[in-house]
């Protein structure tokens, strides 16, 4: 491979890097509506069928926002998680930290979860989408009893995923949040 060739791989990486995360900046700020084609390539200062030359479209820019959103859960929920010693502390440590990511990372949050995208959590999914479910995985496992593991986890984590919509969507009372922490963790580590 020649030297102008990696130039312009590497050069192409980083075009697409600083679109994904233009994306994501304009939509920390301004929500996901304003996130367009045109004010991308306006804020990037290229032309639209540059972006397009490195995605479909706004669906899979949020895909890659997603994606990359997935890879960062992982990482917080692996390191508090093992940072915990036991597993019920550690519950309580993946359960704030996810509360947490939701409400203070909404547009990233809302880019996994609630955006259209072309993303599926399940065996076809990007590694970024497996790691931030295994992770899941290893906080509810110790709790799952007899339950398969996996179901057990992936019911864990709607009750988790409906605490965080419901709360940053204002649908529940603000000072109620301990208790509702309270309650989550005890309906988890509960003999089953």
Same mark, same amino acid.
């Not at 032309?47 to 994606?67: C, M, N, R, T, W």
């Given at each position: 491979m020649s030297a102008i060739q990696t130039r312009k791989e590497r050069e192409r990486a980083d075009r697409h890097q600083r679109i994904?995360?233009?994306a994501r900046e304009l939509a920390e700020t301004k929500g996901w509506e304003a996130v367009t084609i045109r004010r991308l390539a306006d804020a990037?200062?290229? %032309? +639209?069928?540059?972006?397009? %030359?490195?995605?479909?479209?706004?669906?899979?820019?949020?895909?890659?926002?997603?994606? +990359?959103?997935?890879a960062e859960l992982a990482v917080a929920t692996r390191e508090a998680r093992e940072r915990a010693a036991t597993p019920e502390a550690g519950l309580i440590a993946v359960t704030e930290n996810y509360l947490a990511f939701?409400?203070?990372s909404a547009a990233l949050y809302d880019a996994i979860f609630l955006l259209r995208t072309d993303l599926k959590f399940g065996p076809e999914a990007p590694q970024a989408l497996k790691d931030?479910?295994?992770e899941l995985l290893h906080t509810f496992a110790p709790f799952a009893g007899s339950h398969d593991v996996e179901t057990f986890t992936e019911?864990?984590?709607s009750a988790l995923h409906g605490l965080a919509t419901l709360d940053r969507g204002g649908r529940l009372r603000p000072d109620f949040r301990d208790q509702r922490l309270e309650i989550f963790i005890a309906q988890w580590v509960r003999p089953a």
């Open positions: 994904i995360d233009t990037i200062e290229y %032309s +639209q069928p540059v972006l397009y %030359s490195h995605f479909a479209g706004k669906d899979a820019i949020v895909a890659a926002v997603a994606e +990359q959103g997935c939701a409400r203070d931030a479910f295994l019911v864990a984590w």
